[in-house]
């Protein structure tokens, strides 16, 4: 079964938001605040409340923290994190989180990452919120992360630097690769704590919408003000395969009809590698009645972002389309049988009826018939029977039968 988390940014994201919803999902509040414990700091006072937001229910997660006149550089956050008792995952996740918006700021305002020194992102409640994001994550432990297009906003805001236009230059730096959108509503919507937190932990950028999932559960974190439209971020989770053995997957196919057919099978090489479930090439006829062949490739959601990468950097298609398909699958299983001493592996299928299916490896079966010197098909029929063989004794002992 794949975990699967989508995050909605119809309202943009800030840490505090992203934290809130976490809460809202079901992060319990006394696990957080006991992990925040760890950090070498003396906590501020933190509220936690439910509130509204044009008729949504979400939780507020808001940090008093005085003002400070001291500047932290990435370094000394990165021994504050490191020097905590918190656990290795959110360590690494806080870090990563850190380290991309040292980079952008870096990027942004054409100095070295060493030479950076934080403001708004370098204060305490940023580091609480970016802390609380890493324990919040390693407490959800997702498979998949997907976000939704992300409004960004418009406008100008005033920072330590003075008037910056809005999307703040560090969070088009963060978000590179993403879907995003302005909106039609001024204001910031969209914080670089909020970008950050989106590099850090999304690891499909391909899927944009909802994906074909079985919905669990949500939450709603709230922004600070109240706005034109619900000033929320929702966390959706679900997972990809049922109890009854079907799995949700993707279909990714092209068209090519101008490539050289020696690359077709390196790229389904690269395909498997990639985590592709299956792939397969099917002739086909395209307009102006050229000769084609149609790619099509069976992958989880999770790895359709490697497998589309492939396609794009590997053929000479220039577009790729994708959509969701469902399949069916038996339980599996695998047995090794011995052929004068070759080992031959059997793959195993059970289905709900009690028929069983056998199927022998092919390079195992190769491999025995050229070391033994007798037809791959005798090889083939005999693993086969020696493995029905050892799947029925292995049904009558485990049906208490002599």
């Known amino acids: 079964m794949t975990k699967v988390v989508y995050f909605d940014c119809n309202a943009g994201i800030s840490g505090n938001m992203f934290v809130g919803a976490m809460l809202d999902l079901g992060l319990p509040q006394e696990v957080l605040m006991a992990e925040l414990k760890k950090l070498p700091i003396s906590l501020p006072p933190i509220d936690i409340v439910r509130t509204n937001r044009k008729g949504l229910s979400a939780v507020y997660f808001d940090v008093h923290a005085p003002h400070e006149h001291h500047h932290r550089h990435l370094s000394e956050i990165l021994n504050m994190i490191q020097g905590s008792q918190l656990s290795e995952t959110v360590k690494r996740s806080a870090e990563a989180c850190f380290q991309h918006l040292a980079e952008a700021e870096a990027k942004v305002h054409g100095v070295s990452v060493e030479d950076i020194h934080f403001h708004e992102v370098g204060a305490i409640d940023a580091i609480i919120d970016i802390v609380s994001a890493a324990i919040a994550m390693e407490w959800l432990n997702p498979d998949m992360v997907a976000v939704s297009p992300i409004r960004l906003g418009y406008g100008t805001i005033q920072c330590a630097h003075g008037k910056i236009p809005l999307p703040a230059p560090a969070v088009v730096e963060l978000l590179k690769g993403f879907q995003t959108f302005g909106g039609e509503l001024e204001g910031e919507w969209t914080t670089p704590t909020g970008a950050a937190i989106i590099k850090t932990f999304v690891n499909n950028t391909s899927l944009c919408s909802l994906p074909l999932m079985t919905v669990e559960n949500n939450g709603f974190g709230a922004g600070t003000t109240d706005r034109a439209i619900p000033n929320v971020f929702r966390v959706i989770v679900g997972s990809t395969e049922s109890e009854t053995g079907k799995e949700q997957m993707m ?48 992958v989880e959601m999770q790895n359709v972002a490697a497998i589309e990468g492939i396609l794009l950097e590997e053929t000479t298609t220039l577009g790729i389309r994708r959509y969701p398909v469902e399949r069916s699958i038996l339980k599996r299983g695998e047995i090794i049988t011995y052929i004068q001493g070759c080992p031959v592996r059997v793959k195993t299928a059970y289905c709900d009826s009690g028929y069983v299916k056998y199927a022998p490896e092919y390079e195992d079966c190769r491999k025995a018939a050229i070391q033994l010197q007798r037809p791959l098909r005798e090889i083939y029929d005999l693993a086969h029977i020696l493995a029905k063989k050892t799947g029925q004794n292995e049904r009558k002992d485990s049906d208490g039968m002599e």
């Open 251 to 298: 279909m990714v196919e092209t068209h090519i009809d101008d490539m050289n057919p020696e690359i077709y099978g390196y790229i389904g090489e690269r395909l498997l590698e990639a985590g592709a479930k299956d792939f397969y090439y099917t002739p086909i006829y395209m307009k102006k009645n050229r000769p084609g062949i149609l790619i099509s490739v069976l």
